[in-house]
């Protein structure tokens, strides 16, 4: 799967929920909101498998923003 394709599948699951974002200033709090969990996975050395969970978040906002703007993280 490459990047488009997961931000179609992630948008399409958004819909579906509908809990697509409103705008993009509520994605990006959500993305540093993100950034400080990953800061604090590294500062408290937390496992592997929880450090790429928050690498996963931030993708997961950045896709948002992306599909906001329509665009191609690629
Ligand atoms: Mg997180």
Redo the contacts with the bound molecule.
């Keep these: 799967m490459n990047l488009e394709e997961l931000k179609e599948k992630q948008i399409a699951q958004m819909k579906r929920k509908k809990c697509l974002p409103k705008t993009d200033i509520e994605v990006v709090l959500h993305l540093v ?2 950034v400080g ?2 800061c604090e996975a590294i500062r408290e050395k937390q496992t592997r498998k929880e450090f790429e ?2 690498i996963a ?2 993708l997961w906002q950045l896709n948002k923003i992306c599909w906001i703007h329509n665009i191609n993280l690629e």
């Design positions: 909101e993100e969990e990953i969970g928050e978040d931030i």
